[in-house]
Nanobody, 122 residues
Framework: VQLQASGGGLVQAGGSLRLSCVAS????????MAWYRQPPGKQRELVAV???????NYKDSVKGRFTISRDDAKKSAYLHMSSLKPEDTAVYYC?????????????????WGPGTLVTVSS
């Protein structure tokens, strides 16, 4: 199983970006999907999370500016970011809890994508 994130780049403050994350491989189902970020010199932090039923939760500083969504048919999650600020600059990571099938049954694991850089200039 692999996660691949895309959509990062350089944007001016106040602009928008849409990140995409696609899961591939031996996937039976996908539980929670989430976006994390790691600003320069800081620790990784949770930005947004979405449950299989669509319930969402956000880091306080991005509420009202970021929207997480998912498309289970495409095994994908998205993060639409608007009104971007320089402090949103970070490497953004997609993560998901994915159920895989094996000869011994179903197991769920946490997977991470390699990250995509978002740079917001002032």
């Amino acid at each position: 199983v692999q996660l691949q994130a895309s959509g990062g780049g350089l944007v001016q403050a106040g602009g928008s970006l849409r990140l995409s994350c696609v899961a591939s491989g031996n996937i039976f189902s996908i539980n929670v999907m989430a976006w994390y970020r790691q600003p320069p010199g800081k620790q990784r932090e949770l930005v947004a999370v979405i449950a299989p039923g669509g319930d969402t939760n956000y880091k306080d500083s991005v509420k009202g500016r970021f929207t997480i969504s998912r498309d289970d048919a495409k095994k994908s999650a998205y993060l639409h970011m608007s009104s971007l600020k320089p402090e949103d600059t970070a490497v953004y990571y997609c993560a998901a809890n994915i159920v895989v099938l094996s000869t011994n049954g179903e197991y769920d694991y946490d997977y991470w994508g390699p990250g995509t850089l978002v740079t917001v200039s002032s």
